[in-house]
């Protein structure tokens, strides 16, 4: 499978009043053509951060310190405003972690939908609202002409996120940006939403980037998981090797998190905090948390070695040479 | 909720507010000091002389009965005489209302066209020469007597450079008043075409229109730039722009339309000032409106109006209330169809 989206070394800073944030800092991952790529880490560890900087949507105080966000052969970071404004909605689109205020509370939420079709398509506006009822119809919405009458308040959380889905949709993008999708949903609204996701995915061959801080979502329906902690990619493979054989003492604590009724053993919560991204010592930004932290470890920030054919590990500590061996 | 139910509970409101109105101007108007029928007899009536004029007022009924007849009278539009102009309140009322209504009217466009535009710019260039620009204009508003103002714009723009004219009225003296239809003149010249109506009575409140509007354009600026800046931070704004909406229809469709449902409120408060309270720049500019009327009143210790008058502003900001209720729901789904 080929490349759809490369990021290499993307780094975003935030120059607040207490300092300098350093959200993301040297976050490098690739996108495949029709893969769903989970984006997992606890709450602050950067994943919006990111999925926002892919669009170009950090706003003052933050900004793109550097690196690269190669789509479809193109670095975006060097795009004029305006060409970034064509790739947002129609190339690359992106459901939102809290549905109802994602969606504008004066406008029908068929209205929402109808004028991307007008203006990425030029559609009639008649058009534009047959478009939208087969939107609604294709994310599962009961009674589309009713419901692309009302407003944001007067649907449901789960029928939200559905619309939020189907306007991220609508002009087919190749890359579907969605951050914590399911997040303050019902366990089986969410079910029913990462079914839909995974299905619409197959069915447009759209890559999407699902952003969650729940590894039990990754094994359900990702293909590969990027490990993010501190603004930092620590660990990126296959979910099915991941899981196997976590690497990284963090992804190992991640694991070891997850909730499990076929085994035997209790849930461990990770120990200590997502350190503070401001101005973050040198070194490996667990360090304070690992239990197999070394001296090297807070000096060199670990570079990423491939551990696996698809498993890379950024750790001091993570045995790689023998791996394959193992593996 | 459906919006013709959210109308009616709004309307039904309105009665038992209007029904305190009068029961505190009535009150207020009993608790005066001074006897009227004193006043109206004259320092050497005899007592059985007063006391007739009394009787004749219905001062001697129960006061129920007094505030009754005081009710029943304001519905028929009775509101009194005025002892200075000879005539009912009611018809001196009909001929200031408009002319207060249109100097508000244009002093509102004033704030709003100048005051939205520059809070939103505020907001969305916070932080750079056009925002400082725009708070100081706002300071400026706010820290200056309209006094002040209007005299400064009339050194300027009729002393000085001669392109406004004299403070006197609504409308130059040889020009005659359009045909009456609202009362508004430069409405009444638009209806009848009457072009040299028009032009003299836009002339002539164009200075008045622009000191009031002035005064009252800061707190729009500031509030429109508050929620604007909040809303441009919103879901559903960050939504818009990653949807790849113009920057124009992201700002001025989907983060303005939502800011300026909180101004309605402001606006409202705005015009029941502005209705109620426009008196120094009414005598600065001697034009003949409300304001100058009940100054007049209280210099000449007339009851009629001034009690008029009280009633007056309180009733208006009764409705202009039902008003702001009202485009609220028009405004916002969230109250229209809860
Ligand atoms: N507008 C902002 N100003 C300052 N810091 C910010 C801003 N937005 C995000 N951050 C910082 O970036 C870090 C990552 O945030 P985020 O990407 O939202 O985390 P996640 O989505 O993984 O929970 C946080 O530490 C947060 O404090
Ligand atoms: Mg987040």
């Not at chain 1, 405003?81 to 029908?108: C, H, K, Y």
């Not at chain 1, 209205?111 to 506006?125: D, K, N, T, W, Y």
């Not at chain 1, 940006?177 to 949903?185: H, I």
């Not at chain 1, 699902?210 to 603004?231: K, N, P, S, Y």
């Amino acid at each position: 499978m080929t490349d759809l989206l490369e990021v290499r070394d993307l780094t975003v800073h935030f120059d607040t009043e207490a300092g300098l944030v350093e959200a993301v800092d040297g976050v490098t991952f690739n996108v495949r053509s029709g893969e769903i790529l989970g984006v997992v880490g606890e709450s602050g560890s950067g994943k919006s951060v990111t999925a926002l900087a892919l669009l170009r949507l950090i706003r003052p105080p933050g900004r793109i310190v550097q690196g690269a966000v190669r789509f479809e052969g193109t670095d975006l970071v060097g795009l004029s405003e305006d060409e970034m404004r064509a790739v947002r909605g129609t190339r690359i689109a992106m459901v939102f972690q809290s549905p109802r205020t994602a969606l504008n509370p004066v406008l029908t939420v068929g209205r929402q939908i109808s004028r991307l079709f007008e203006l990425h398509q030029g559609a009639s506006r008649a058009e534009g609202r047959t478009r939208t009822i087969g939107m609604l119809k294709l994310v599962g919405i009961s009674e589309p002409e009713r419901r692309a009458r009302q407003y944001a308040h007067q649907l449901s959380g789960g029928m939200c996120q559905r619309v939020m889905i189907a306007m991220a949709l609508a002009t087919s993008p190749r890359l579907l940006l969605a951050d914590e999708p399911t997040t303050g949903l019902d366990v089986s609204i969410a079910a029913q939403i990462l079914e839909l996701l995974r299905d619409l995915g197959r069915r447009t061959g759209a890559s999407i980037l699902l952003i969650t801080h729940d590894l039990g979502v990754v094994a359900e329906v990702c293909d590969r998981v990027a490990v993010m902690h501190a603004g930092q990619i620590v660990e990126v493979g296959a979910v099915r090797a991941i899981f196997a054989r976590p690497l990284h003492p963090y992804t190992q604590a991640l694991v070891r998190s997850i909730p499990r009724i076929d085994r035997d053993v209790t849930m461990e919560p990770i120990p200590g905090m997502v350190p503070s991204l401001l101005a973050p010592p040198p070194g490996c930004r667990y360090a304070d948390r690992c239990p197999r932290v070394l001296d090297v470890c807070r000096r060199d920030r670990p570079a990423p070695r491939a551990a696996a054919p698809d498993q890379e590990v950024a750790c001091h500590a993570a045995e790689v040479e023998d791996a394959p061996a193992r593996g | 909720m459906g919006f013709g139910r959210y109308v009616l509970q709004r309307l039904l409101l309105v009665i038992p507010t209007l029904f305190g109105v009068t029961l505190i101007a009535f009150t207020l108007t009993y608790l005066l000091p001074g006897n009227p029928a004193l006043v109206k007899a004259g320092a050497l009536a005899t007592p059985e002389h007063v006391a007739e004029i009394e009787r004749r007022m219905g001062l001697d009924r129960p006061v129920p009965v007094q505030y009754w007849r005081y009710v029943t009278g304001l519905l028929r539009g009775d509101l009194g005489e005025s002892s200075s102009t000879g005539r009912p309140v009611l018809e001196d009322f009909r001929q200031r209302i408009p002319a207060t209504l249109e100097l508000t009217l244009a002093s509102l466009i004033v704030a709003v066209a100048i005051g939205i535009p520059f809070g939103v710019l505020s907001a969305v260039h916070r932080d750079t020469v056009l925002d400082h620009l725009s708070r100081l204009l706002g300071v400026g508003g706010v820290a200056m007597p309209s006094f002040w103002t209007g005299l400064l714009l009339l050194y300027v723009f009729f002393y000085l450079l001669g392109v406004a004219p004299a403070p006197l009225g609504r409308i130059a003296a040889d020009v005659t008043p359009p045909t009456r239809i609202l009362g508004l003149y430069v409405v009444d010249a638009l209806l009848t075409a009457n072009g040299t109506a028009l032009v003299s009575s836009l002339h002539h409140l164009m200075l008045p229109a622009l000191t009031l509007g002035f005064a009252v354009m800061a707190p729009l600026t500031r509030m429109v730039r508050a929620t604007m800046l909040e809303i441009l931070e919103s879901d559903y704004v960050t939504a818009a722009w990653a949807a790849g909406l113009p920057r124009r229809r992201v700002i001025y469709g989907d983060a303005l339309r939502n800011a300026l449902i909180p101004v309605i409120t402001l606006l409202g408060v705005i015009f029941g000032f502005l209705m109620a309270g426009n008196v120094v720049v009414e005598m600065v500019f001697a034009w003949p409106g409300l304001g100058h009327y009940a100054v007049t009143s209280l210099m000449t210790k007339d009851p009629g109006p001034i009690q008029s008058f009280v009633l007056f502003v309180a009733v208006m900001y009764v409705l202009v209330n039902l008003g702001v209720d009202l485009l609220y729901g028009l405004a916002d789904p969230r109250i229209r169809l809860r």
